[in-house]
C-alpha cells in the first residue's frame, strides 16, 4: 500500500496521506455500509474494515466497546488505475475542473489536484475545501 489514500463515496474523493488518518476521518457506520471505495496512490484496491475493541472506562466501572476503522490491502491484488482514474475525473469536473485536462492528465496528477481540494483540519484531522 502506497500513500496517498483515495477513498471516494458518495460524488466525493478524499485524499488521506495515512491509512491511520482514513480512520480518523471516516465515520464506522458509513464504513460499515459500505459507502466509501479506497486505493492507494498506484490504483490497487483497498479494503476498509470495521473492527471493535472493547476498552476500560476511565471513570466508570466496566468496559466499552470501541469501532475503530482500518485500511487493508483488498482481496483484489491487481492494481486498476482506469478505476481510479474515473473516479477522480468524475469528482474534478463537478468541483469545476477543466474536464478535457483531466482525460489526458496522470495519474498522479489527478491525485494530486484532488489533495488540494482536500486539506487539514486541526480539530478533525481532516476536512473537505470549499
Not at 35 to 47: C, H, I, K, M, Q
Not at 63 to 81: A, K, M, N, Y
Not at 123 to 130: A, D, E, L, M, S
Amino acid at each position: 500500500m502506497r500513500p496517498p489514500i483515495v477513498v471516494t463515496g458518495d460524488g466525493d474523493a478524499l485524499v488521506f496521506d495515512s491509512p491511520e488518518a482514513v480512520g480518523w476521518y471516516l465515520e464506522w457506520m458509513d464504513v460499515e455500509d459500505g459507502l466509501y471505495r479506497a486505493w492507494d496512490s498506484e490504483g490497487l484496491p483497498l479494503a476498509l474494515e470495521v473492527t471493535r475493541e472493547k476498552r476500560k472506562r476511565r471513570w466508570l466501572p466496566g468496559e466499552t466497546t470501541i469501532e475503530i476503522v482500518v485500511v487493508r490491502e483488498g482481496s483484489c491484488r491487481e492494481l486498476v488505475p482506469d478505476e481510479l482514474r474515473q473516479e477522480l475525473v468524475k469528482y474534478l469536473g463537478g468541483v469545476g475542473e477543466e474536464s478535457g485536462e483531466l482525460f489526458a492528465a496522470p495519474l498522479s496528477e489527478l491525485i494530486a489536484k484532488a489533495k488540494a481540494r482536500f486539506g487539514p483540519n486541526p480539530r478533525h484531522g481532516w476536512t473537505p475545501r470549499p
